[in-house]
């Protein structure tokens, strides 16, 4: 049962922390398209880690990371208020660079180039 409480207040805090972070003023963390990519919720929900991805790539990441780690404070305290919690997680932020390697992926599938009478003999001959 806490497994899905934790599921979804993972859910919650990092939509939250999506909308927290549009709001700051920090220009380190507006020098490119930032997401959070993947929360990680503790079962007794005292801790989460929070993965941090960015369009400019891993440099980027570990810029904003950075700026987050020094703002957890006042990102602890609106996302306690924000999430009417008694007791907010402990939040620790790490870069990733799973949205460049997704595009790179996705680069790399569009530059293959099949022709649909290709894919067809292709089908035929199997």
Do not use: W
Not at 30 to 41: F, K, N, P, T, W
Not at 46 to 71: E, H, P, Q, W
Not at 83 to 110: G, H, V, W
């Amino acid at each position: 049962m806490a497994n899905h409480r934790a599921d979804r207040m993972s859910e919650d805090i990092q939509r939250e922390l999506a909308a927290i972070i549009r709001e700051m003023k920090d220009p380190r963390l507006h020098d490119g398209i930032l997401s959070i990519v993947r929360c990680d919720m503790a079962h007794d929900l005292s801790f989460c880690r929070v993965y941090i991805s960015s369009m400019n790539g891993l440099d980027t990441a570990k810029t904003a990371a950075g700026a987050l780690k020094k703002a957890q404070g006042y990102i602890r305290r609106e996302l306690g208020a924000r999430l009417k919690l008694r007791y907010a997680p402990a939040l620790a932020f790490e870069a990733t660079d799973s949205i460049e390697y997704s595009a790179n992926i996705s680069r790399i599938l569009m530059d293959i180039d099949l022709k649909p009478e290709e894919e067809s003999d292709e089908a035929d001959n199997t």
